[in-house]
């Protein structure tokens, strides 16, 4: 799965690497993103590649009740084309969702160890994301987007099975193409990757808690794990 991530880097940097033209949001370094709160992601919006503020927990667009309604944090690829909550998605409403880093806890006897997952060269890079738009009653819009999950890597099979989906940068322009709604050829992006490119170590534990957001949630732990 992913349930926290990272995204470090300036509105600049986010349009020149994902071709972005519109911001829509001011934007500020993240250390410890968890679901439930507004996260950056990058969609097309009439034709206009955009960066905007949705709510990490996908509500499908048919959801009656909200307070009977768990949040989807992640969607397994697996399934995508059959389960109702992301079928229509992966047709019509793709997204990017940029980070530079990601956690995972790796179990091991009675102890989680928080790691922080990067590349190696500290790039940034989207996971493949969902995004479905709810309308309350009253009509009012709430945008909302999902992380999808594929089998882990070798690097992520020691830490946990599953990982984000990261897709290849030349892959994203593809993802993002509202004209694009094959399954099998969208499905075909969603795949462990490279393992040979990334680098995992143990952070302070501190990171547990959403409500710390510093950089230090991204220095190796001094600390004993």
């Known amino acids: 799965m992913c349930g926290r ?11 020149e690497r994902f071709a972005v033209q519109q911001v829509l949001f001011p934007v500020a370094a993240r250390y410890n993103i968890a679901p439930s709160q507004e996260v ?11 960066l905007e503020q949705l709510k990490w927990g996908l509500i499908p667009f048919w959801v009656k009740d909200l ?12 399934s995508l ?3 109702p909550s992301f079928k229509q998605a ?7 969702i940029p980070a530079d880093g990601f956690y995972e806890w790796k179990s091991e006897a009675a102890t989680r160890t928080p790691m922080y ?15 479905e738009e709810w309308k309350a009653p009253d009509g009012t819009p709430l945008r909302t987007c999902a992380i999808i999950t594929v089998p882990a890597n070798r690097i992520m099979s020691d830490i946990h099975e599953r990982m984000p989906a990261i897709l290849q940068a030349g892959e994203e322009a593809l993802w993002l193409d509202p004209t694009v709604k094959d399954p099998p050829r969208l499905l075909s992006l969603l795949k462990p990757y490279g ?11 501190r990171v547990n808690s959403p409500a710390f957001d510093r950089p230090e949630c991204i220095e190796p732990a001094t600390e004993a794990v």
């Open 67 to 78: 307070k009977k309604t768990k949040p989807l944090i992640n969607a397994r690829a697996e």
């Open 5 to 15: 991530y990272t995204l470090n880097r300036s509105a600049k940097e986010l349009l």
């Open 117 to 131: 997952i990067q590349m190696r060269d500290h790039r940034l890079f989207a996971f493949a994301g969902l995004w």
């Open 90 to 96: 992966l047709a019509r409403r793709r997204c990017l």
């Open 81 to 83: 084309a059959e389960k």
């Open 40 to 50: 950056a992601v990058v969609l097309n919006d009439k034709d206009t590649r955009c």
């Open 195 to 205: 393992d040979e490119d990334m680098e995992a170590y143990s952070v302070t534990r």
